[in-house]
């Protein structure tokens, strides 16, 4: 009887050292893949890490440039409303007296409108005179004299053969509101540079044509 006892004990004793070695096997194979397994998910980690920073890098670069598209329009309107002010101004200060007004404007203009939107904002604000105001008479005066200065001051913009469009404006506008000396000189400063302007462009079409006739009139060379 205590022999089969023994026998039993026994036993046990070596199924439980089995399941123990059997347990420390697998955990031994568990940290391997762990071990195994980190660097990938270290990796991931710093994938992470860095597509957080592209992003937050990405977001800045996008509220700088709109930080900056914002300041440039601002920087238009006010140079705009500043042209429009200068404009409303301008002849006024000049029928007061106020010395080198004009010549101050004609030398900063450019840097916030074109000569076409200056006389733009000149016709539309003077675009109607009371008949027989003697005030309106000395307005027109007044403008004239200044669009005078503008011609002589700074010619290249309205002598420009290849862009007349400001010179046919100014043209139109005082050929229906204001008839003056300056009137009769735009008209023929306009002739004068419209015929220039064809001739340039016979010229040119001649040249582009004997360039024609000289190269189809080069011998053809046939290799063998």
Known sequence: MFS???RTTRGSSL???NRRDHDV????????CLQCLWPFTQR????????HRM???DLDEKVSAQKNLMETRTESYIRAQTVVEQMNTLVPSLDKGYPLVDLAFLSTYKSSATPLHILDLLFVRYAYFSPHSKE?????????SFLETWIDKNPEDFCDPSDLLPLKYLKAY???????DLSVRVKRLLTQLEEEHAKDSQAEDEEDSDL????????QIEWV
């Open 4 to 6: 089969c006892c023994l």
């Open 15 to 17: 199924k439980k050292d």
């Open 25 to 32: 096997v697998w955990r031994h194979r568990l940290q391997s």
């Open 44 to 51: 991931g980690n710093n994938l992470t890490k860095a597509n």
């Open 55 to 57: 992003t937050h890098t």
């Open 136 to 144: 309106d008479e000395q307005v027109k005066n007044t403008l004239c």
């Open 174 to 180: 005082l050929s229906v509101y204001i008839h003056c």
């Open 212 to 219: 024609g006739r000289h190269t189809s009139s080069e011998p």
